[in-house]
């Protein structure tokens, strides 16, 4: 009994799979083809995809089409096959069957290629270079076509007009109508075919394909006879062609066949693709697309194992708004108009439509047990059953959300009331409200923790009920963030935002998720958990699986078109049996919950370089004019099916030097200097797999030709002896001028220091000598000769000191002690003086006697005049990179003391004169800034009298 059951379950879900369809993309004129009629595929040496059609032939690399007509140089638009030659030249089979190749982008025919010329001349077309007759070996060519000539091979079979082949040891040819063995000499007739001429396709694994208007027939030579079977075809054969897993393709004018040849027992070809549709071939990349050109355009079958329910398995339509797996294996599929279809075996069929079938989309499915499950609907609540068409309405209005623990039901709905809240309880089969929130709006999102506390999300934040509060409460963690859905992971609340990415509740701890650390977009439509565990975020740029470990680390894999996933349009999520059901606007796309892309990283080419009127295809080196410095450089990545998910890198050595990320396959350089650079890109998936190897293209930049080498040396070489001639003839002359020059500016300064120092001295002496005669005239001679030994000693002190320009702060000082403490017992001790010098500055210099002129005035002009109570002082300090000098006394004041000088009003201090002269002249030599600053103390304040000199010293080559 369970041995029945086992195989009645394998059936079944045979059935199951076979009723889903794998998915086909479809390219036609309006996606760039020139025609939707379509005889071949080939893919050439770099990985492109050629489609011959009646208007051209096109490139495609996944992404773009680049189309070549007779604008181009084709003989002719309608072109039938294409194969390309050991030297990369791709051959063109046209309807006027001439010779004609493309090569790096350009069109050689005999219009401008002699060896299209030779071929033409000795009529020798596409079919007698390429296969003639079997495109899957190497074999039986009737001219061997080399870089630049063509031959004959000397082979009776290369030159034969009928297909050979070699089985079990012999060899065999098919004419028109006969299978014949060649015995070396003679011949043997093995097998007449009843038709008056058939067509041998090829020989593959000792099974030889002939056909005949509709009859494919498949050969197996044993024991020196034919074993023929023949298979009648639905309609007329067109093509045949080896598949996947060594089957064999019937392409026909109603669609396309497989055939399995290794079947024992009588099989009829199944339809596989394109039924109904007039298929003229098949073909298979090297990823393991399969490709179908048609007289509709070209379909791809993708190389994944996504599959997909269209209205072919019975939906009502493909866009398909909420899908929803229930407990016990059963899939709904809810619509806009809130139709509900259920998957039953090998199809879907009508369930319910809830409501009167016009607008009124379902929001969610609820299941509440194997039997009974809640449809939201923007028209109310209800409660349907899956066994028998019956259903109750519960609620009136708008439907936004649910979520259900245990008995419990918590809603979101729109009401004209304010009772957008409320929950259910199924045993009781009642509802209750809940508080309103302060926004008054319905929640688009709704949870129930374990711990039985509400959740909503609103676009304005998140909200919980306190129970004892008896209210929602505002999250303030997340802000006002517009939340999309609420989900449990692992004991976590998971909350998606529109635009700030997933948050993540872990205790008082929140995991962020964003394009910082991993998404592909922080505007998150949905979120959902799927049976391991895994949380899936459904954004505007594509879907996301994250998988988290026990301490919460995690990584992210992005689903792209490579995987069948589309990067956009998934309305809804759900998941069982291990798999992922997308509804989407294209049906439902079914994919493994494991699934990760095994894809490999992209090879990425350079198309071609255009800059001032030049174009060259393919590039790999390029040359610029110095007035050609703007280029546009189109590179791409060949993949057929990751279509707009691709990013590209580039990096331009020799000018920025930095990487740039773009998703365009375009780049502009403008106004390049001229130089060599290197042009670097890479690509890479959603998974960011960038490819290792980059694409290089070497550009060389020319200088213009006054830049040149050659034209600079031989301005160069004029300019030398141009300046040669003068040189000799003026080198010496400027030499002696400017010594002479030099000289004077020296003599000058000096004679100025010496000048300068023999008004000073004189002056100091002068007013010395006054002193004394003072004293002596006053018969004290005791003083007197006090005063003449501390002059004396002043005196030396001036006379070696003057000998230099600078002299130490710490000999300035000194000086000036015994100058002062001479005017001291001059004016009877009037004043007191006061010197200080920062710790550290004794030892700096600075201009000889600078100070002795502001502190003589300081004494004759200022405190002479007071009677008492004078105080003189002296200060250096340093600051910053300069020295500050103060001379500072509270005698009458510079303006007071005119009054008491009977000298005119306009006569300035002889001293200040000479003082000034000197400062002048040390800044010349030296390069110093010395300047002075004299301040009467009333100025400031009318109650304070006296004076203030401040020196500052800068650049002095001592500091």
Not at 33 to 38: A, F, I
Not at 749 to 762: K, S, V
Not at 866 to 878: A, H, P, Y
Not at 902 to 918: E, V
Request: with cysteine; net charge positive; aromatic share 12%.
């Amino acid at each position: 009994m369970h041995h029945y059951l086992l195989i009645l379950f394998l059936l079944f879900h045979s059935l199951l799979m076979y009723s889903q369809k794998p998915q086909l993309r479809h390219y036609s004129l309006s996606d760039g083809l020139p025609s939707n009629t379509v005889y071949s595929v080939y893919q050439d040496s770099k990985g492109f995809i050629w489609f011959c059609t009646s208007w051209g032939i096109s490139r495609f690399d996944g992404h773009h089409f680049e189309t070549i007509t007779s604008n181009h140089g084709l003989p002719d638009n309608e072109t039938f096959q294409a194969w390309e030659d050991e030297w990369q030249r791709l051959w063109v089979s046209t309807y006027n069957g001439s010779p004609t190749y493309i090569y790096n982008g350009k069109v050689y025919s005999a219009q401008n290629d002699k060896l299209c010329r030779l071929m033409e001349k000795r009529k020798i077309g596409f079919y007698d270079i390429a296969q003639r007759w079997s495109p899957y070996a190497d074999q039986q060519k009737k001219y061997s076509i080399g870089k630049n000539n063509i031959s004959n091979p000397q082979d009776s079979t290369a030159q034969s007009p009928y297909m050979h082949f070699f089985d079990q040891g012999n060899e065999y040819y098919i004419s028109t109508k006969s299978i014949i063995r060649k015995n070396h000499p003679g011949s043997t007739l093995i097998y007449t075919f009843k038709e008056k001429a058939v067509r041998p396709y090829f020989y593959f694994k000792d099974h030889m394909y002939v056909k005949n208007v509709n009859v494919l027939y498949d050969i197996v030579i044993k024991e020196n006879k034919a074993v023929v079977k023949r298979i009648e075809m639905p309609s007329n054969i067109l093509d045949v062609t080896i598949g996947k897993n060594d089957k064999i393709w019937i392409c026909t004018t109603s669609g396309i066949l497989e055939y399995d040849p290794y079947r024992s027992t009588n099989q009829n070809p199944r339809y596989i693709a394109m039924k109904g549709i007039v298929s003229y071939s098949s073909f298979i990349d090297k990823q393991g697309n399969s490709w179908y050109p048609t007289n509709e355009g070209v379909y791809m079958q993708p190389t994944n194992k996504t599959l997909v329910y269209t209205t072919a398995d019975g939906l009502i339509d493909n866009n398909v708004l909420i899908v929803k797996y229930l407990p016990g294996g059963k899939l709904l599929a809810g619509y806009n108009n809130s139709a509900v279809m259920i998957r039953e075996k090998n199809s879907f069929k009508p369930l319910y439509t809830l409501g009167d079938g016009q607008w009124n989309r379902l929001r969610y499915i609820l299941p509440i047990d194997d039997h009974i499950f809640l449809a939201g609907t923007d028209r109310g609540l209800y409660q349907c059953s899956l066994n028998g068409n019956q259903y109750t309405k519960l609620l009136e209005y708008s439907q936004k959300s649910a979520a259900i623990r245990n008995n419990t039901i918590l809603l979101s709905q729109t009401e004209t009331k304010p009772r957008n809240h409320l929950l259910y309880d199924l045993k009781e089969g009642k509802f209750s409200q809940l508080p309103e929130l302060k926004i008054s709006i319905a929640a688009p999102a709704t949870a129930i923790d374990v711990k039985g506390v509400y959740w909503l999300g609103t676009i304005q934040g998140l909200f919980y009920y306190n129970q004892s509060l008896k209210k929602f409460i505002q999250d303030h963690s997340l802000g006002k963030n517009r939340i999309t859905s609420l989900n449990f992971l692992k004991g976590r609340l998971v909350i998606s935002t529109h635009s700030d990415g997933i948050f993540i509740r872990d205790g008082q701890k929140v995991i962020k998720l964003n394009t910082t650390n991993g998404l592909i977009s922080n505007i998150c439509e949905k979120a959902y958990i799927d049976e391991k565990e895994r949380l899936w975020i459904n954004t505007d740029k594509g879907l996301s699986r994250v998988t988290f470990d026990d301490r919460m680390h995690y990584s992210i894999y992005h689903f792209s078109a490579a995987d069948g996933v589309p990067s956009h349009m998934i309305n809804n999520i759900t998941f069982g049996e291990g798999k992922a059901f997308l509804a989407t606007s294209n049906g439902i796309i079914v994919i493994n919950q494991d699934y990760v892309s095994k894809s490999q990283p992209y090879k990425v080419y350079f198309l071609k370089a255009s800059f001032k009127d030049s174009i060259v295809y393919y590039p790999k080196k390029i040359s610029l004019k110095y007035n050609q410095n703007n280029a546009q450089i189109s590179y791409t990545a060949i993949s057929y099916l990751d279509e707009k998910d691709i990013k590209y890198k580039y990096l331009l050595s020799g000018a920025e030097n930095d990487t740039v990320i773009t998703e365009e396959s375009t780049l502009n350089l403008g106004a390049l200097k001229p130089g060599n650079y290197q042009l670097n890109v890479w690509a890479s998936g959603k998974n960011n797999s960038w490819n290792k190897t980059p694409a290089v293209l070497a550009i060389a930049v020319k200088p213009p030709f006054w830049e040149e080498l050659w034209f600079m040396g031989g301005i160069f070489l004029l300019l030398l002896i141009l300046i040669i001639v003068i040189y000799r003839h003026r080198i010496n002359i400027i030499r002696k001028k400017e010594a002479e020059k030099t000289e004077r500016k020296k003599m000058i300064a000096e004679l100025e220091m010496q000048a300068l120092r023999a008004q000073i001295n004189p002056h100091f002496i002068f007013n010395v000598l006054n002193a004394i005669q003072n004293y002596y005239g006053k018969e004290d001679e005791l003083n007197a000769n006090y005063y003449m030994a501390a002059f004396s000693d002043l005196i030396r002190k001036t006379l070696t000191h003057s000998k230099e320009h600078w002299n130490t702060i710490e000999k300035e000082m000194a000086m000036l002690k015994t100058y002062i403490e001479l005017e001291q017992m001059r004016f009877k001790n009037h004043f007191t003086y006061e010197i200080s010098v920062e710790p550290g500055l004794e030892q700096l210099k600075i201009p000889t006697m600078l100070l002795q002129t502001y502190t003589e005035n300081s004494i004759s002009h200022g405190l002479r005049h007071l009677k008492t109570g004078g105080i003189l002082q002296i200060s250096c300090s340093r600051s910053e990179d300069s020295i500050i000098c103060i001379v500072e006394d509270n005698g009458v004041g510079f303006e007071k003391a005119r009054e008491f000088d009977s000298r005119p009003d306009d006569y300035k201090s002889m001293g200040l004169k000479i003082t000034a002269g000197r400062i002048s002249a040390i800044n010349e030599l030296y390069g110093t800034s010395i300047s002075t600053e004299i301040t009467d103390k009333k100025s400031i304040n009318p109650d304070v009298q006296g004076t203030i000199v401040k020196i500052t010293i800068k650049n002095t080559p001592f500091l």
